[in-house]
């Protein structure tokens, strides 16, 4: 029996990294699976990969730019059409500038912004009424740490930790007003996890690897996707049931400073 059995699964950014792993994991566990991406054949060819290999999961790539409230609102009605329902979402499509605090432009700003908590809103406004129809839902947030604290936490991105304390506060706010439909809303807060983003950061900021290992003390000091897919995949099962409003941090020992 698997964890999600039963379930439909809404995975936003799921062609590569963190996302393409939550994916592959939920569908392993019985999850009926939709990941959306701004580049649908990139998505479409991670997923055949894996089908190859397990003919028996559901997973169906679908186009989407989580920044746009009319596609958000295609995404939640097309997975619905298709599966019957829409039990979970995982926001965790995401981008960085790299910008400090002197250095970001408006733009760059608005940019990172919008595509890391914007569409988290308009990603929960697309599918409670799917989840209020079936009288409950999970929707699981992919945070930071630098959406609890900043420094070496965002790689000195200005903008990234911006938005990812603007999620961890809307999550908490979505949160309490949801919790009366039983929709649970909550987020995960991972430090490194090794993905092509983290290898932006280090490119960008070449002396972190060494600061890492000695603020997250806990070897192998990043985490691989799988080990943070684990985290979300909690969140959207039963098993968190009593959860909401929660942060789940995964950081190899970080936050604990
Ligand atoms: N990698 C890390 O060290 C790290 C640390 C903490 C938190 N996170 C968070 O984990 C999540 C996944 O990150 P990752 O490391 O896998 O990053 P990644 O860059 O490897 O993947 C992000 C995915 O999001 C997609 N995406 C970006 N903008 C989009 C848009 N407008 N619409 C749809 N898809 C879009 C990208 O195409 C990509 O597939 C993000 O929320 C990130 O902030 C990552």
Same mark, same amino acid.
């Given at each position: &029996? ?6 439909? %699964? ?6 590569? #990294?963190? #996302? ?10 019985? %999850? ?13 060819? %991670?997923?055949? *990969? ?11 790539? &679908? ?15 097309? $997975? ?7 039990? !979970?979402? !995982?926001?965790?499509?995401?981008? @960085?500038?790299?910008? #400090? ?18 569409? !988290? &809103? ?28 900043? /420094? ?16 961890? %506060?809307?999550? *908490? ?18 430090? /490194?996890?090794?993905?092509? &983003? ?16 000695? $603020? ?27 959860? $909401? /409003?929660?942060?789940?941090? @995964? ?7």
């Amino acid at each position: &029996m698997g964890r999600l059995d039963g379930k439909t %699964a809404i995975i936003t950014g799921a062609g590569q #990294g963190l #996302g393409l792993a939550i994916a592959e994991l939920f569908a392993k566990e019985g %999850a009926k699976v939709v990941g959306t991406g701004r580049h649908v054949d990139k998505v479409e060819k %991670a997923f055949a *990969k894996i089908l190859a290999e397990h003919p028996d999961y559901q997973m169906a790539a &679908m186009q989407h730019d989580v920044a746009s409230k009319e596609e958000w609102e295609k995404i939640a009605k097309d $997975t619905a059409e298709k599966y019957g329902s829409v039990d !979970v979402v !995982v926001n965790n499509a995401a981008i @960085m500038a790299m910008k #400090g605090i002197l250095e970001a432009s408006a733009e760059e700003f608005l940019n990172v912004y919008k595509t890391n908590c914007l569409a !988290v &809103m308009l990603g929960i406004q697309a599918v409670v009424p799917y989840m209020e129809k079936a009288g409950k839902g999970s929707i699981v947030n992919i945070d930071s740490i630098g959406g609890l604290t900043s /420094g070496d936490a965002d790689g000195g991105d200005s903008t990234y930790s911006a938005s990812k304390g603007g999620t961890r %506060a809307l999550t *908490k706010n979505a949160a309490i007003q949801l919790a009366a439909k039983n929709i649970r809303v909550n987020s995960v807060h991972p430090g /490194g996890i090794m993905t092509e &983003m983290l290898k932006s950061v280090y490119a960008a900021t070449p002396a972190l690897w060494d600061r890492v290992k000695e $603020t997250c003390p806990l070897p192998p000091h990043v985490s691989d996707p799988i080990d943070i897919a684990y985290g979300a995949l909690f969140l959207a099962s039963d098993e968190s049931r009593s959860m $909401t /409003g929660s942060e789940l941090v @995964m950081d190899c020992g970080y936050m604990a400073h």
